[in-house]
Nanobody, 124 residues
Framework: QVQLVESGGGLVQAGDSLRLSCAASAGTFSRYAVGWFRQAPGKEREFVATISWRGDSTDYADSVKGRFAISRDNAKNTVYLQMNGLKPEDTAVYYC?????????????????WGPGTQVTVSS
């Protein structure tokens, strides 16, 4: 059973940076794509970023492109989301998820393991 745990969330001001981490405390995701999603209050969960199993392919939502960067360290079983230039509209619970596939994908249905989420709050 794969268990994912996110960390690094917090309360920051607009323009600040945060780095989220997603670690697999049980199982592994080194051979699978991993994605980040987020859910703001009153909204549906949405795709943020994804990375292929080798880290050679990434994809981003238009709303975060150029500000966020996803990376992974398979030796540490950890995926990161570097978030720069944060905006109040980035406020949400951020979830990492492991896909059953090796290629990066935006579709929630392609992810079968999810972490509990970490709160990111950006004040204006």
């Amino acid at each position: 059973q794969v268990q994912l745990v996110e960390s690094g969330g917090g309360l920051v001001q607009a323009g600040d940076s945060l780095r989220l981490s997603c670690a697999a405390s049980a199982g592994t995701f080194s051979r699978y794509a991993v994605g980040w999603f987020r859910q703001a209050p009153g909204k549906e969960r949405e795709f943020v970023a994804t990375i292929s199993w080798r880290g050679d392919s990434t994809d981003y939502a238009d709303s975060v492109k150029g500000r966020f960067a996803i990376s992974r360290d398979n030796a540490k079983n950890t995926v990161y989301l570097q978030m720069n230039g944060l905006k109040p509209e980035d406020t949400a619970v951020y979830y990492c998820a492991r896909s059953w596939a090796i290629l990066s994908t935006r579709r929630e249905g392609d992810y079968n393991y999810w972490g509990p989420g970490t709160q990111v709050t950006v004040s204006s």
